[in-house]
């Protein structure tokens, strides 16, 4: 299994760092990616509603749920540290492959309704600030799909740092609105006390723990920190515990303060107001001024929910990386990937906006909020077995009170998830015109849910733990090989790329050489950096992939062949072709996917790219 967020895993050393502030800052940034998600337009609309309905009662939820969510992302930060594996991951080795295919279909459902409430959000902020439509708005976050990508491959600490300028952003501008609100402190206090005014209070309430705890934050989480590079041995792993507890506590707690913040405001101006039923977005934006007797404040209340969009976007399309690789072991060409998932969440917010017009994206937030909430038990559950799992944890297990903790947190927010998803349901069914079809459809599905999460709950405690072999391939290098073989070619070249193709293909190129011939594998790095910088780049696929290139040439040398390695930079096809070309060779053997059509877009064309542009035999493979 490959590992998780390949182009960024183990990119930033912290070994070099001494003990002390330099050694914490080193292991910071993980946790504001996390953050983000936190503090996202789905966060708005419950902490609005509630503000302005209930006045200060409902931030004992708030902080109640950053508690949870401190517990549950810790929990998802020692899954990676500890195993090197991400939540996805790790239940693809537990369950078998029919569960997981429903897992990754849930995950992924959740990741699109997340990343929709992200691209409202930014789409409402630019329609706020700029006045540009709901559908050019949402049309525009494509982009940020070709940000990513270049934040991506200048680094995670490139990406970290401008996820950190977005949430300061999001931070000054509620700040400044809180000097502008001028709320009651005392109020502020006594809202930290629970209590519950009435029973709209707990639906709000249940939507608030329902905002802040996401599910894709957990398999972000456990992928991020293993972006860190650090010593192994049980006092590092302890160390690199430790200190991304404190970068998920100072994180969390701003993603709080933000999330107070907003309540605060909707306190401070709606509730005071008389103003109890402000719940969309672009109300809260339009009665700002003419309440607080400011132009700025709903400048800044809209630059802040363009950071929270953008911020927000950035972070859901990376879990949607990591949910695919880690579930389904499939590898596809990064910007593939994230147009895919920015679509799936795009085209039906534009579908509904044609259709319905601007006036139901506070239902669309909503719910995409259910959405997440269904899906919530079906990665919280999961990951509290493998963090209690001692053999998985080599030691570093939690201990029996915080399984206990972690237990109650679970059953509380999927209880209360359940009951908004029911409530929900049933208020479809109320209102529907024809209550039969969703009888027939909704029910089941909503039972066979019910089966799947006993089944998640319960299985682990069954299941015996798999071995795993580290390889950054996504198939095992384990290779089967023909070596009693006559030769006829004596210089044959090999293209290989660590996938179940490199076997058939060697295998071939033995069963023509035999032991007499002299082998060239070849692999080509294709990243950004490699595109670039050429043999000069030094990320940290480059290094892995010469890493693996040596294995496969000692293995093969150990099994008496003479074997030569050449690694280049670039563009597959491009740069196969100008190494054969270059040298002295009689044959080429390459190995394919078997995939045409619309899957070679996404996995490549590079045989027809190498086969036009070589003057020696190619020997096609079929995988």
């Known amino acids: 299994m490959g590992k998780s967020l390949e182009e960024v895993n183990q990119s930033v050393a912290t070994e070099n760092k001494k003990a002390g502030f330099r050694k914490i800052l080193a292991f910071l940034g993980p946790a504001y990616l996390i953050s983000v998600g936190y503090m996202d337009p789905g966060n708005w609309a419950t902490d609005i509603a509630g503000g302005s309905q209930f006045g200060y009662s409902l931030l004992w939820v708030l902080l109640m749920s950053n508690i949870m969510a401190l517990l549950l992302q810790s929990l998802s930060a020692r899954l990676g540290i500890v195993t090197q594996r991400d939540l996805a991951q790790a239940s693809r080795e537990t369950y078998s492959p029919f569960i997981n295919y429903i897992l990754y279909f849930l995950a992924e459902i959740a990741i699109a309704a997340c990343d929709l409430a992200e691209v409202l959000g930014m789409a409402i902020g630019l329609n706020l600030l700029f006045d540009i439509s709901l559908i050019e708005g949402v049309l525009i976050t494509v982009l940020d799909t070709f940000l990513l990508l270049f934040l991506i491959n200048k680094g995670i600490r490139k990406m970290e740092a401008f996820i950190i300028a977005l949430v300061s952003i999001i931070g000054v501008s509620f700040i400044i609105e809180m000097f502008f609100a001028q709320p009651e402190v005392t109020k502020i206090f006594t809202g930290l006390i629970p209590s519950l005014p009435n029973e709209d209070a707990l639906y709000i309430a249940i939507g608030i723990i329902g905002a802040t705890v996401m599910p894709h934050n957990l398999y972000l989480h ?90 927000s976007t950035i972070t859901g399309t990376l879990a949607g990386q990591i949910v695919m690789e880690g579930y389904l072991n499939l590898r596809i060409q990064p910007w593939v990937r994230r147009i895919i998932t920015r679509l799936i969440a795009i085209v ?34 999961p990951l509290i077995h493998f963090v209690s799992d001692k053999t998985k944890m080599k030691g570093f297990h939690i201990s029996t009170t915080t399984q206990v903790a972690s237990w109650i947190i ?107 011939a002299h082998y060239t594998l070849i692999h080509v790095v294709e990243t950004v950096g490699a595109m670039f910088y050429g043999n000069k780049t030094g990320d940290h696929e480059t290094s892995l992939d010469e890493k693996l290139l040596l294995d496969y040439k000692r293995l093969l040398e150990e099994k008496g062949f003479h074997i030569e390695v050449k690694l280049g930079f670039g563009k597959a096809g491009k740069t196969i072709s100008s190494i054969i070309n270059a040298g002295e060779f009689d044959l080429l053997i390459m190995g394919t996917h078997g995939h045409t059509g619309f899957k070679d877009l996404i996995f490549g064309t590079t045989v027809d790219n190498v086969r036009h542009k070589i003057s020696i035999p190619l020997f096609i493979i079929k995988n």
């Open 222 to 311: 456990s992928s991020l920190v293993q972006t860190r590079k650090f010593d192994r041995s049980k006092t590092g792993i302890k160390q690199a515990l430790k200190y991304n507890f404190i970068d998920s506590t100072i994180a969390l707690n701003l993603a709080f303060f933000v999330n107070a913040a907003i309540l605060i405001l909707g306190a401070a101006v709606f509730y005071q107001n008389g103003m109890f039923d402000v719940a969309e977005i672009q109300d809260a934006h339009r009665f700002l001024e003419p309440l607080l007797g400011t132009k700025w404040a709903p400048i800044l209340f809209a630059v802040a929910l363009i950071a929270a969009g953008q911020s």
């Open 410 to 516: 679970a059953l509380i927010i999927v209880s209360l998830n359940a009951k908004l998803v029911y409530n929900e349901i049933q208020g479809w069914l109320e209102a529907s015109s024809n209550p039969i079809v969703l009888w027939c459809t909704v029910v089941p599905l909503s039972i066979g849910f019910l089966i799947l999460l006993l089944y998640i709950i319960f299985k682990p405690f069954f299941s015996e733990v798999k071995e795993v072999i580290d390889n950054h391939s996504p198939h095992n290098t384990i290779l089967k090989l023909n070596t009693q073989k006559s030769y006829a070619k004596k210089r044959i070249a090999i293209s290989v790329d660590f996938s179940a193709a490199d076997e058939k293909a060697l295998n071939h190129a033995f069963d023509m050489g035999g032991k007499e």
């Open 348 to 381: 039906p917010a534009v579908i509904v906006i044609l259709v319905y017009g601007e006036s139901v994206t506070g239902k669309m937030l909503i719910f995409s909020q259910v959405i997440l909430s269904l899906q919530l038990g079906f990665a919280i559950i």
